[in-house]
């Protein structure tokens, strides 16, 4: 999966100026072992980049490049 957002215009009540903005594309890439003994079993690559031009001090969300492998095992009981 891929996915791509962007946001423009964006008002910020600290400063006057409202042209900042931010994008962020994802990358998800996933496989769930059908049978066997490892059936249920899913993996999951993520890759995410996120760059915005928000220039306060102590903003939450700063410009940053992520990447995690997520394991995942469903357990079904009877």
């Given at each position: ?52 031009d928000l220039t306060l ?22």
């Amino acid at each position: 999966m891929t996915r791509y957002s962007k946001g423009v215009d964006i008002h910020q009540t600290q400063l006057a100026d409202d042209n900042y903005k931010e994008s962020a594309l994802d990358f998800d890439l996933s496989y769930r072992i059908p049978s066997g003994k490892l059936e249920g079993l899913n993996i999951r690559a993520r890759h995410t980049r996120y760059r915005n031009d928000l220039t306060l001090a102590g903003q939450a969300f700063r410009p940053d490049d992520e990447t995690r492998v997520n394991i995942d095992y469903t357990w079904k009981f009877k």
